[in-house]
């Protein structure tokens, strides 16, 4: 009994491993508030060479442009999406909390980008996404980080990935807070990390000097910004292809006003990356996009 037993747990672990899906390509975006635009010229430069992901995982930002590009937007309509509802303008992005007499967690609510989320992604189920996604999230309650990817309720994690604390208010999940993935994990490669053969991390937290920091904000965002590279360490180690993106050098995380600039410098650092690479080309290009 224990040998048929212990045969029919190897059978079914074996099952298991080879019913999981391996795709060719996989992309993880890091958190970084407006610095995230990024990522969508990163993958636009990736396109733009036939490089198209087929698994997805995202913190924060790179959780809702992870999101909007597993549901099958490419890159320009994600980009043409942000201009034609402003999400380049600070006011569009910060919904301020004070019109309830409640104490409220943080100084914006979620109500401008839900609208968003609404708008553009067609169900709010993980499942229903045209591509695999994964997000990062800590759940504040239990103090731990929540990988999320499958079942109902996208909108809520994401708005919860994404909430900067203090200021963005906690989304509560079934009577749970969650707030910003990047306080656990900034670079989710994890999850996805035996699902494909070749990952790709874009990275708008790189390491780097700035001399230039004249101002309180930049003492904090700064510090932020060394606090939240160390958190990506061991997911960069696990990527096969970091695309470290410099964008910290010239703008912070609420610099929504700066997309356009964001972008280019996300778009050419794809394209030179893949200039000096140009065997990722090959290993990963495909004829036909999903």
Known sequence: MKRYLLFLLISLSCIALYSQKTYNVGIVLSGGGALGFAHIGVLQALEDNGIYPEIISGTSMGALVGAMYAEGLHPKDIFDMIKKEQLNKRSSILSPSLRTSKQELGLSNHDNVTEILVKYIQHNNFDSLQKPFYLCVTNLTDGKMVIQHTGNKLFEYLLGSSSIPGVFTPINIDGKLYVDGGIYNNLPAQPIRKQCNILI??????????????????????????????????????????????????????????????????????????????????????????
């Open 201 to 290: 991390a874009s990275d708008v937290n790189p390491a780097h000097s700035r001399p230039e920091i004249e101002k309180t904000s930049d003492v904090l965002f700064r510090s932020l910004s060394l606090l939240i590279y160390e958190n990506t360490i061991e997911g960069r180690k696990m990527c096969d292809y970091v695309i470290s993106i410099p964008v910290n050098k010239f703008y912070n995380a609420m610099d929504f006003d700066k997309f356009y600039s964001i972008y280019q410098i996300g778009y050419k650092t794809g394209l030179e990356f893949i200039r000096q690479h140009p065997e990722l080309k090959k290993k990963a290009a495909r004829t036909t996009a999903k």
